[in-house]
């Protein structure tokens, strides 16, 4: 069978909320999720036998702990697949940055998987499958702009935002997931951390994009920006330079900003790249993948 080559788009959070902790320890959520165009590039192939993973970024693990290798192992076995599948990820969004780069990739490969051995899944097939990977692989198999809920699986459409210039500076630092959430303390959260979701979700619905982007909020940044201060000035220095607001995404240490128009956003990201405390991506939001 002939190769494939599929796109796996970093997300952004325009809103991230935590309701509280569950009694399966998760965390209950409630956040708007948008896929950018930045994204990593993920090349399938059948081999005899096994699953291959190479990764050009050194620190994206190449065993079974990858989470590209779960999603196609969990294939495998559920369809008793016998070929093997070799799996190329060419990564161009930063590790360990709050953009879902590894679930987006294991996002990637339960669809191209699902295409490779015309398995016939739905995207709520894939979806329900995802959940099993990660929280955030069932949002990475749609992606666009929607409403995420419960642990991140409960995903509502809402209208589309695309095409909206970001730029994105990645301190040269790394964050990790779980850490963010031990250190949370969800009960003490104020009202005022917290996003207006319906508020934001209006916006949404007539393209208001300063409204969107001055009530963007992140009730993570209380536990990520006390112990790394260079995502404050990250934000801090994208306002400085003409975005309409600025946020963290996820647990970090990303922060993006929303920019008017495709020439600020190019200005600021040209004087943010000179800076060697961090990386900067100029980059628009998507609508759903198709």
Request: net charge positive.
């Amino acid at each position: 069978m002939p190769g494939l080559e599929l796109k796996a788009q970093a997300k952004i959070n325009l809103s991230l909320d935590v309701l509280g902790k569950r009694e399966d320890g998760y965390h209950e959520l409630r956040m708007i999720m948008q896929t950018v165009s930045l994204h990593d590039i993920v090349l399938l192939e059948t081999v005899p036998s096994g699953i291959i993973v190479e990764c050009s970024s050194r620190w994206v693990p190449e065993d079974r702990t990858n989470t590209a290798w779960k999603a196609a192992d969990l294939l495998r076995c559920k369809f008793g697949i016998k070929s093997g599948i070799k799996i190329k990820i060419i990564k161009r969004i930063p590790v360990a940055a709050g953009l879902a780069g590894g679930s987006s990739d294991a996002a990637a490969v339960l669809r191209g998987v699902n295409e490779l051995f015309s398995l016939g899944l739905s995207l709520t097939d894939l979806r329900l499958l995802g959940k099993q990977v990660g929280a955030d692989v069932p949002y990475c198999i749609s992606g666009g702009t929607m409403l995420a809920e419960g642990i991140g699986e409960k995903l509502t459409r809402l209208p589309d935002f695309s095409g909206v210039d970001v730029v994105l500076v990645k301190p040269g630092v790394g964050v990790s997931t779980a850490w963010v959430y031990g250190n949370l303390r969800a009960s003490e959260i104020i009202d005022r951390d917290r996003p207006d979701t319906n508020l934001l979700s209006g916006a949404l619905r007539t393209r208001d994009i300063r409204t969107v982007s001055e009530n963007m909020k992140n009730v993570l940044e209380g536990v990520t920006i006390p112990k790394y201060d260079i995502v404050r000035f990250a934000k801090d220095k994208l306002l400085e330079l003409g975005a309409i607001g600025s946020m963290m995404s996820g647990s970090g240490p990303t922060a993006f900003g929303i920019f008017p128009d495709g020439k600020s956003a190019a200005a600021a990201c040209d004087k943010l790249a000179g800076d060697k405390r961090w990386k900067c991506f100029r980059t628009k939001t998507t609508g759903e993948i198709k």
